[in-house]
């Protein structure tokens, strides 16, 4: 889908007539053209066209496969333009991995696509930079860490929530269902129980209608039309999609001022129950203090929990999705899984000690990360100074795409790229293996914060629901039939699917 589906696709002639007249003036009288390299050294591209960039040159549904294609041909470091924004992008492992790791201070600003600034406006820790986004990071991993992310006391909190989602899954007594939501409320209530100091109930419809919302807008930033608004927002802040996700995050924010209302009223600056409490009281004591112009103040902390919650719901509750439908597709796999789980832990619980024991097992939660390529895109990142990379000039300031899923799927270190192939991470001995090019979480100064907390939930959900369950196709649907092309997203998700998990304990 390109910029003219998104025309076509307008609700409003008006409106459709009136940025059609815009985009003519702009091309128009437009003095200065577009040239893929400003000079011998900027990086290679195609040739763009006026104020539409490489726009027709690419799938909207799933830029990222545009991308890697032109990477063949433009080689592992490009320009493309995303209407008149020139970004350069990264392409396979070594070269993402140099950018990142190696020139990390360079490579590690945040560019906050419009949408997201919209909403942010430079606060929290996804999209912010400078001296906000080093404090909040600092803050969030370290009371993260204090509120049991890596510790014994997550991973109680973990297999608790094991036990609600299990009763949820038998509730359907063998019928195919969509695990999306239950999911989605198990995963989201460690992050709350992190954020918040408590979890929820599956039924509460403050709860779920939070966790509901927040996926919606995930999904929704990754359509066609917002992505065309992101390029062109003086001209595309009327599609509907970009007005319910307003919406939507408005109502969450709402929500979000009445948690932030309870806690404060129950607040003991001597016992805080989570992330909100200890910035509450870091707020409190700041002020107290004579300070004003902290960076601790109500927009960070609503930015942030907002921040935390959609990043450590939708990644581990999709990746968890993956799973199930992978070894529902690929039976004998399943059945690899379990003959491992119930030879070495039998009918105990499974914990994270247990994992060195299950290398089996573990290579197929990583290979399920490895396969679905959750961000395919990565966060956008910026360049902080100007740098020569790999014989190119890139300027300050320049948008830089690093291609995960050219890492993800590279060619040259994984023996079956593109196929569900658990021994990517096994040796010859059946012992587990660690891959370099394995990079789900991104790498550098923006790896993601929460990845300890992230593959403690996968490693333990994951086992647990495959010591209960065996999971399957809905009845009519053959293992070949289940779809594993990905939903349309911010995030790839599954497409949307039934299963059905037979309980065997």
């Not at 906050?112 to 606060?123: C, E, F, R, V, Y």
């Not at 999705?321 to 690929?330: E, H, I, Q, S």
Request: hydrophobic residues 40%; proline residues 5%; glycine residues 6%.
């Amino acid at each position: 889908m390109g910029i003219l589906d998104v025309f076509l696709q307008s609700s409003s002639s008006l409106s459709l007539l009136g940025a059609l007249l815009v985009l003519l003036l702009v091309y128009l009288i437009s003095s200065s053209s577009f040239t893929s390299q400003e000079d011998g050294k900027d990086p290679p591209g195609p040739k763009p066209l006026p104020l539409l960039g490489n726009l027709l040159q690419l799938d909207l549904k799933r830029p990222y496969q545009s991308l890697l294609e032109l990477s063949k041909k433009y080689g592992s470091v490009f320009t493309v333009y995303l209407g008149p924004k020139k970004v350069v992008v990264l392409a396979g492992y070594k070269t993402v991995k140099e950018a990142l790791v190696n020139h990390a201070e360079e490579f590690g600003d945040r560019d906050p696509i419009q949408l997201m600034h919209d909403a942010s406006k430079g606060n929290g820790v996804l999209w912010s930079n400078g001296d906000s986004w080093k404090e909040m990071r600092r803050f969030a991993l370290t009371n993260l860490r204090d509120f049991g992310m890596g510790k014994k006391a997550c991973e109680d909190k973990i297999i608790e929530e094991c036990d609600y989602l299990i009763e949820v899954f038998k509730k359907f007594k063998g019928e195919a269902f969509d695990t999306t939501q239950p999911m989605n409320y198990a995963v989201s209530n460690i992050i709350c129980s992190i954020v918040y100091g408590s979890r929820f109930e599956y039924d509460d419809p403050e709860f779920t209608s939070l966790v509901d919302r927040t996926n919606r807008n995930i999904q929704l930033a990754g359509s066609p039309s917002i992505q065309v608004y992101n390029m062109f927002p003086w001209i595309f802040n009327w599609v509907s999609n970009r007005k319910e996700m307003q919406k939507l995050t408005s109502t969450n924010i709402k929500q979000n001022l009445l948690l932030f209302s309870r806690l404060k009223e129950t607040l003991n600056p001597q016992m805080c129950r989570g992330f909100v409490d200890a910035f509450l009281v870091r707020k409190q004591n700041l002020e107290e203090s004579g300070i004003t112009n902290s960076h601790f103040h109500d927009n960070n902390l609503m930015i942030t929990v907002l921040n935390l919650f959609s990043a450590g719901t939708d990644t581990t509750a999709t990746t968890l999705r993956w799973g199930l439908l992978l070894m529902a597709k690929y039976p004998k796999i399943q059945d690899q899984v379990q003959e491992e789980l119930n030879r070495v832990i039998g009918s105990h619980q499974v914990q994270v000690k247990d994992k060195k024991k299950l290398p089996f097992t573990d290579a197929v939660i990583h290979e399920t990360q490895r396969l679905a390529n959750i961000i395919p895109m990565a966060l956008p990142h910026k360049t902080s100074q100007d740098i020569t990379f790999q014989g190119h000039f890139i300027k300050k300031g320049t948008t830089v795409y690093p291609l995960l899923t050219s890492v993800l799927y590279d060619e040259s270190e994984w023996e079956s790229p593109h196929t569900f192939y658990p021994a990517h991470f096994l040796d010859k001995d059946g012992k587990f293996v660690k891959r370099d090019a394995f990079m789900p979480f991104s790498a550098g100064r923006r790896i993601c914060l929460g990845e300890s907390l992230a593959r403690m939930e996968l490693f333990i959900f994951f086992t647990t629901l495959l010591q209960h369950f065996r999971f399957s196709p809905a009845p009519g649907v053959s293992e070949d039939e289940l779809d594993l092309t990905p939903r349309v997203g911010f995030t790839l998700n599954p497409s949307p699917h039934k299963l059905v998990a037979v309980s065997y304990m």
